[in-house]
């Protein structure tokens, strides 16, 4: 079959591995989209990347925030979601990281390095038993 010339050679390839991206991201974080169509500057894009890790001890945030300065990042946390708010000379960061498990907030312990933001809380206490008499 003859090939049209209005089309582009790595198409193919193209979707492949965007699709390959969407079952891998999915599978991770069911509120994240890899979308190529996505606008860069509506927020985190697809250079910047958010992890969580647990352990029973702790739960560790790492987020990218390529071209940030430590001074123009801004962390709340209610004890269940972490926002990170930053900006850069090209674009403005907002996010809203869904936590695993209750955290104790006044506990964090913030780290920012070569643009990687670390962020470390204690897990909250279980709320105790209450015996009735």
């Known amino acids: 079959m003859r090939r049209d010339d209005r089309d ?11 699709r ?3 079952e891998m991201m999915n599978s991770t974080n069911a509120n ?22 647990e352990t029973d001890e702790e739960i560790r945030v790492v987020a990218d925030l390529p071209g940030v300065e430590k001074d123009n990042i ?8 972490l926002t990170i708010s930053a900006e850069s000379e090209h674009r ?3 996010e809203r990281v869904s936590l ?8 964090a312990a913030a780290t920012y390095n070569n643009g990687v933001l670390e962020v470390v809380f204690d897990r909250a206490e ?7 008499e």
């Open 100 to 107: 695993p498990t209750r955290v104790n907030e006044h506990t």
């Open 92 to 94: 403005q960061y907002d």
């Open 126 to 132: 279980s709320s105790s038993d209450i015996s009735l």
């Open 8 to 18: 582009e050679p790595f198409d193919d390839l193209f979707r492949e591995i965007e």
């Open 20 to 22: 390959m991206m969407n």
């Open 74 to 81: 801004d962390l709340e946390c209610d004890g269940k979601t």
């Open 32 to 53: 994240m989209d890899f979308d190529s169509t996505r606008d860069p500057d509506s927020g985190f894009g697809m250079d910047t990347h958010v992890d969580i890790h």
